[in-house]
């Protein structure tokens, strides 16, 4: 007993650790809030555990606080991306008509 939970533990735990390092950090921040709504679940679906309104209505504040969160993320990243392209236009051009190519800052996300 003792060997399984810690082998499903580290496992779990380093999952968990490879799927956040693929991600962003605001991304994989956002999956943290699902656990305890697909532990429950799972719990329902393996050991049986009922389930009340109450875990309903939890999941669905859960789910809309992190669709908020998403597009939120979205909104940003496009009004970032829509004034950085406007600038790159703007100052690509050096007055003796040589281009510049624009800052690259995949780096920096």
């Not at 390092?21 to 329902?44: D, Y």
Request: net charge negative; glycine share 8%.
């Amino acid at each position: 007993m003792l060997y399984l939970g810690i082998v499903s533990t580290a496992i779990a735990f380093l999952l968990w650790n490879r799927g956040l390092q693929m991600l962003n950090a605001s991304s994989g921040g956002v999956f943290f809030f699902f656990q305890p709504v697909v532990g429950t679940l799972l719990g329902w679906l393996i050991l049986g555990e009922t389930i009340s309104i109450t875990f309903w209505i939890e999941s669905f504040l859960i789910l809309l606080g992190v669709l908020i969160v998403i597009k939120d993320n979205q909104e940003d990243q496009n009004y970032s991306n829509s004034n950085k392209s406007k600038y790159v236009k703007e100052n690509t051009q050096i007055d003796e008509g040589v281009t510049m190519e624009p800052f690259d800052d995949t780096i920096f996300k």
